[in-house]
C-alpha cells in the first residue's frame, strides 16, 4: 500500500489533489479533521493546552474554544510552537492508528492530508510526499471565504506558517492550484504521478 503525504500551506487547495488520488483509490486520512476531533473527544490532549495556554481557551461547556485558542497563538510564535508540540505528538498517535486501519481495508493507497506533513514528523511514515502551494493573495480569498475570517486574521494565520519554498523544498512533488488549471486539469497531473503505482 502507497502512502501518498499531501501538504502545503493553508488555502492552497489541497482538496482537489486529495480527491484525485481517492478516484485513484487512496483512503484519505485528514489530520486537521483528526486534531479536531481530538480537541472534543480527548481528555488528555484539553488537560495539556489547559496547562499551558489557562482556562479561557475554554468554551462555557468546557471544551476547547478553537477560536480563542487561535486567537492565543497565531499572535505568538512561541505559543503556536507550544500549541504545535503537543498537537502533533497527539496527531501522530492518531494518525498511525488510522493508518493501520486504512491497511485492513486492501486498498492501493492512502492519502495523509496535513498542513504539519513535515514539522510533525508525519512525512517519515509515507512513501511520498506532495506540496501544493497556490500564490498569496489567491490564499487569502480562499481563508476568507472557507473559515469566515476577516483579512487580518487570515492574514495572520497564513503568516504563522512556512513559506511555499519550504514546502516544495522539503516534498517529492510540487504541484501549483493558482486557478489557472481546471480541477480536470489538476486531477490529470495527479493521476500522470501516482496512477501506475496505486495498482
Excluded at 65 to 86: C, I, S
Excluded at 169 to 196: Q, S, Y
Amino acid at each position: 500500500m502507497l502512502t501518498v503525504g499531501v501538504t502545503g500551506p493553508t488555502g492552497a487547495g489541497k482538496t482537489t489533489v486529495l480527491q484525485a488520488l481517492g478516484e485513484l483509490g487512496c483512503v484519505r486520512v485528514d489530520c486537521d479533521a483528526l486534531y479536531h476531533r481530538l480537541l472534543e473527544e480527548s481528555p488528555r490532549l484539553r488537560a495539556e493546552l489547559t496547562d499551558r495556554f489557562g482556562r479561557s481557551i475554554l468554551n462555557s461547556q468546557g471544551g476547547v474554544d478553537r477560536r480563542a485558542l487561535g486567537g492565543l497563538v497565531f499572535a505568538d510564535p512561541q505559543a503556536l510552537a507550544d500549541l504545535n508540540a503537543v498537537a502533533h505528538r497527539h496527531v501522530v498517535a492518531a494518525c498511525v492508528d488510522r493508518l493501520q486501519q486504512a491497511r485492513g481495508t486492501g486498498a492501493p493507497g492512502v492519502a495523509l492530508d496535513a498542513v504539519a506533513l513535515l514539522e510533525s514528523g508525519l512525512g517519515a511514515l509515507c512513501d511520498v510526499t506532495v506540496a501544493v502551494t497556490a500564490p498569496w493573495d489567491l490564499r487569502l480569498a480562499r481563508i476568507m471565504a472557507r473559515d469566515g475570517l476577516d483579512a487580518d486574521r487570515a492574514r495572520a494565520r497564513m503568516a504563522a506558517q512556512k513559506p511555499d519554498e519550504y514546502y516544495v523544498n522539503h516534498c517529492d512533488h510540487a504541484i501549483v492550484n493558482d486557478g489557472t488549471k481546471t480541477p480536470e486539469e489538476l486531477r490529470r497531473e495527479v493521476a500522470r504521478l501516482f496512477a501506475d503505482k496505486l495498482c
